[in-house]
């Protein structure tokens, strides 16, 4: 469960930037996750309950972004759903797209103190 880590990792960050902003403790963390960063959203809030005791985000609720993924087709200009698993074949002009615009996020928005 690489959940763990990732949550971890965003533990320590939300309490870094916290303490840069003079901040004792940390009410919320707001992460962005897209549909193709391999993170389980439910498995990141578990890990992150474990990975919160007995620092600075204690009591701190993750509120979690799911970003869908989009690719862009170059050939007729159309952006499209991707889904799961990635399928890059634009819809409009059927042909394999290689540029994706959204989908592969994850990274912290916002840090409620």
Same mark, same amino acid.
Do not use: K, Y
């Given at each position: 469960?690489?959940?763990?880590?990732? %949550?971890?990792?965003i =533990?320590? *960050?939300?309490g870094?930037?916290a303490?840069?902003?003079?901040a004792?403790?940390?009410?919320? #963390?707001?992460?962005?996750?897209?549909?193709?960063?391999?993170?389980?959203?439910?498995a990141?809030?578990?890990?992150?309950?474990?990975?919160r005791d007995?620092?600075?985000l204690?009591? %701190?609720?993750?509120? =979690?972004e *799911?970003?869908?993924?989009?690719?862009?087709?170059g050939?007729?200009?159309?952006?499209f759903? #991707?889904?799961?698993?990635?399928?890059?074949?634009?819809?409009g002009c059927?042909?394999?797209?290689q540029?994706?615009?959204s989908?592969?996020?994850l990274?912290?928005?916002?840090?409620?103190?």
């Amino acid at each position: 469960m690489h959940e763990l880590s990732i %949550a971890t990792a965003i =533990v320590e *960050q939300a309490g870094e930037i916290a303490r840069a902003d003079g901040a004792d403790r940390v009410t919320s #963390v707001t992460v962005r996750v897209g549909e193709l960063a391999g993170v389980v959203p439910d498995a990141l809030r578990f890990a992150f309950e474990v990975a919160r005791d007995g620092t600075a985000l204690a009591a %701190a609720r993750l509120l =979690v972004e *799911q970003v869908p993924a989009h690719a862009w087709c170059g050939e007729c200009a159309e952006e499209f759903a #991707v889904g799961m698993p990635p399928f890059f074949w634009c819809p409009g002009c059927d042909r394999p797209s290689q540029e994706l615009r959204s989908g592969r996020e994850l990274e912290i928005t916002g840090v409620g103190t």
